[in-house]
């Protein structure tokens, strides 16, 4: 077994592309010591319907049940979800939840999908924030403070928002007043209780050079003393590890030597030794 494990998953339950039963054996076949199903909650915003895991989620756990049996003594299959901001469900019942925030409310009160597409994002600088770049971060900052409130599992692509910011397009990620709502919304997470995810799911998709989330946000974690976990943030199978080794790499500069695997057991750090 390698010092891997892939728990930031969607299968065709919500927005991926392959079943449960094939996202589970790519893990199985690289070698991950646990697989995770991490379907995204079920949320009322009417852009999420189709991509997003129904609210009676009785199917979902009774596929993972399987595949924990199926894989029982050679892999660990865990039961999680994706928790959106503005999800309508909770997380009670599952094995661990990545908190997630893909929604920004705008002063108006309407929501906007950060990640949906590069033209809702302008939409929303433009409408509700009348082209005032770092309004708008310090604003979707806010509601990742929310979430890391909550003491998710894992805060996850915690900087999710500059998904389509390739070439500063839409706020300079250097502004200091930027970098000082991101990192207000970091300190709220508790290292006792919280992994902090390096996930390279914008990589595989073609959005991003780099692994969620920024080095200095990183760094940051490391002088809080929390944990990281390498997530693919997987919506295929040929993904379901993908850019691990960069994702280590950049840890590694970060001052992490090991990552935390999340298996039936709990907590297993190991080292970053891709």
Not at 15 to 27: C, F, H, I, Q, S
Not at 85 to 95: H, K, P
Request: hydrophobic letters at 40%; aromatic letters at 10%.
């Amino acid at each position: 077994m390698k010092n891997i494990c892939s728990v930031h998953t969607h299968s065709t339950l919500c927005d991926g592309k392959d079943t449960l039963v094939e996202m589970a054996r790519a893990a199985f076949e690289a070698g991950a010591v646990s697989f995770g199903a991490s379907g995204h909650s079920h949320t009322p915003m009417p852009w999420d319907a189709g991509c997003v895991l129904p609210t009676d989620m009785t199917a979902y756990r009774e596929e993972v049940l399987r595949l924990q049996e199926a894989y029982g003594g050679r892999m660990d299959v865990l039961l999680g979800i994706e928790l959106d901001n503005c999800a309508d469900v909770t997380a009670e019942g599952f094995d661990y939840w990545i908190g997630s925030v893909h929604h920004l409310r705008g002063p108006s009160g309407s929501w906007y999908a950060v990640d949906l597409d590069s033209e809702t994002l302008e939409r929303c600088l433009r409408e509700e924030f009348q082209g005032g770049s770092r309004r708008m971060v310090e604003r979707y900052y806010d509601e990742v403070r929310r979430m890391a409130e909550r003491k998710p599992t894992i805060l996850g692509h915690m900087d999710l928002i500059a998904k389509f910011n390739r070439d500063g397009r839409f706020f300079d990620e250097a502004d200091p007043g930027c970098r000082s709502a991101a990192l207000e919304a970091l300190r709220a997470a508790d290292p006792g209780e919280t992994l902090l995810e390096v996930n390279t799911g914008a990589m595989s998709r073609g959005y991003r050079s780099v692994p969620y989330p920024d080095f200095f946000l990183l760094r940051a974690w490391r002088d809080m003393g929390g944990n990281i976990i390498l997530t693919a943030d997987a919506h295929s199978a040929g993904s379901i590890v993908y850019g691990y080794a960069q994702a280590a790499e950049l840890a590694r500069a970060a001052g992490f030597a090991r990552s935390v695997l999340l298996t039936r057991k709990g907590w297993e750090e190991r080292p970053l030794d891709f």
